[in-house]
């Protein structure tokens, strides 16, 4: 099988290219934040609030497009609170739609294999009747949380492979 790390968190790690997008967009007050902690991990946390009508906070990666036709999965190694996330990913960075996947957390380390084809596309919350993941490129990835409720939440990731 054929692997590839895509992104190795470490006490070095460089987070000039990943973004937080709140619902302070749509003027909502949800407040995310992300950094790398004394473990050397990436970590989303913050608070959501649905004030406003708000109700999400999402940390966005944007890198050069990077083929990914040999791979179907993308494995992330991650710790949870328990909560559920949401991973996505843009063929082009400038695309409205993203394809995505909701996953639970354990409030333990984890190995979540997202399997590529498994990617629907969606657009603020909703399914898009179109073509799942054409599984050529990505030029973006993020996680996203959005329960619908008033929350504080924390993901860490050590690292995303492609296989």
Do not use: C
């Not at 498994?118 to 959005?146: C, H, K, T, W």
């Amino acid at each position: 099988m054929t692997t590839e790390m895509f992104f190795d968190f470490n006490a070095e790690t460089d987070l000039a290219n990943w973004y937080i997008v709140d619902d302070g967009v749509m003027g909502g007050l949800s407040q995310g934040n992300f950094q790398v902690n004394k473990e050397g991990h990436g970590q989303f946390s913050g608070e959501v609030s649905l004030e406003n009508n708000g109700g999400f906070s999402m940390v966005q990666y944007y890198f050069e497009r990077k083929e990914v036709k040999a791979f179907d999965y993308i494995v992330i190694k991650l710790k949870g609170d328990g909560k559920q996330y949401q991973f996505r990913v843009k063929v082009n960075e400038d695309d409205r739609h993203s394809y995505i996947i909701n996953f639970e957390t354990t409030g333990e380390w984890q190995e979540l294999k997202v399997p590529m084809k498994d990617l629907a596309p969606a657009f603020r919350g909703r399914v898009l009747e179109m073509p799942y993941f054409p599984n050529s490129s990505i030029q973006m990835m993020a996680f996203l949380i959005g329960n619908k409720k008033a929350e504080s939440f924390e993901l860490l990731i050590d690292s995303i492979e492609l296989q």
